[in-house]
C-alpha cells in the first residue's frame, strides 16, 4: 500500500526530519568529553594520588558510569573499601562493570557475604562475574565452594577452568584437576603451567615433564616452573642442562 505524498507535503518532511536531526547531533556535541578526566581520575588512583582523585571527581559538574567505576576501583586498589563500597551505593546508574569490581573488591578483602550478596542482585552476569565469585573462593580456602559455582557457569572461558584448577591444585586435589584439565577444550600456556607446577609440588617428576614436553607453546614461566620443580627435587643435573 502507498500513501500519495504531493511535493511540498515531501519538501516540509524532509525539513522537519532535517531540523530534527541537526537539533540531536547539536545536544550530543554539547556532552562533555568525559575520557580525559576520567583517565586522569584513574592515573591518580593508580599512583595512589587518592585526595587528588576525589577533588577532581567532585569538581566535575558531570559524570557518567566510567568516572563513578574509576573512582570505585581505585578506591578499593588503594585499600578504602568503605569509600568504595558508598561511592557504589550513590550511583545513579550502575553498569555489570560497577558490580564486578565490588564483588571483586569485596572477595579480596574477605567480605564473601558482601560479595555474594551484589552478586545474588545482579540482573545480569558475564563471565568476568563469574570468575570472580571463583577467584575469591579460591584465595579465600573455599575452592569446594569455588568448583560448585564454576559448574553452575553457563558459559566458561579458560580462565574460569585454570581459576579452580589452580584451586584444586592448591589443596593438593591432583586427580580432579588433571580431570578438568582434559576437558578444556583449547588450554593455554597457563593451564599447562598450573598442571605442571601441581606435580612438581607433590614430586610427581616425570608427569610434570611429561605435560611439559606435551606443550604446543611454552613461555618464560613455563621453563622456569620446569626448571625450579627440579632444583627444588634434587634434580639440579637436569636443571642445568
Not at 556532552?31 to 587518592?50: C, I, R
Not at 632444583?231 to 642445568?240: C, D, F, H
Request: glycine fraction near 6%.
Amino acid at each position: 500500500m502507498f500513501i500519495n505524498i504531493r511535493p511540498i507535503q515531501a519538501i516540509k518532511l524532509i525539513r522537519i526530519f532535517s531540523l530534527k536531526s541537526l537539533t540531536i547531533v547539536r545536544c550530543i556535541s554539547a556532552l562533555p568529553n568525559l575520557k580525559p578526566l576520567n583517565s586522569k581520575l584513574t592515573n591518580f588512583m593508580k599512583n595512589g594520588q587518592v585526595e587528588e582523585a576525589q577533588n577532581r571527581f567532585d569538581e566535575m559538574p558531570h559524570r557518567n558510569t566510567v568516572t563513578w567505576n574509576a573512582m570505585i576501583r581505585g578506591y578499593f586498589q588503594n585499600g578504602n573499601a568503605d569509600k568504595a563500597l558508598h561511592l557504589y551505593s550513590q550511583m545513579p546508574v550502575r553498569d555489570i562493570f560497577s558490580h564486578n569490581t565490588v564483588i571483586s573488591g569485596l572477595m579480596q578483602r574477605g567480605d564473601l557475604k558482601g560479595a555474594e550478596e551484589v552478586f545474588e542482585c545482579m540482573g545480569d552476569r558475564d563471565v568476568v562475574t563469574w570468575n570472580s565469585m571463583i577467584s575469591g573462593y579460591v584465595n579465600n580456602g573455599m575452592v569446594d565452594t569455588a568448583l560448585g559455582v564454576f559448574n553452575e557457569m553457563p558459559v566458561k572461558d579458560v580462565i574460569s577452568w585454570n581459576l579452580v584448577i589452580a584451586g584444586l591444585v592448591k589443596i593438593k586435589m591432583l586427580n580432579l584437576a588433571e580431570h578438568l584439565f582434559r576437558e578444556i577444550a583449547t588450554p593455554d600456556v597457563a593451564s599447562w603451567t598450573i598442571m605442571i607446577k601441581g606435580l612438581l609440588s607433590v614430586g610427581r617428576i616425570a608427569e610434570a615433564r611429561e605435560y611439559f614436553d606435551g606443550m604446543p607453546i611454552r613461555d618464560v614461566q613455563a621453563w622456569e616452573t620446569m626448571i625450579v620443580g627440579y632444583l627444588e627435587n634434587g634434580y639440579v643435573e637436569i636443571a642445568e642442562i
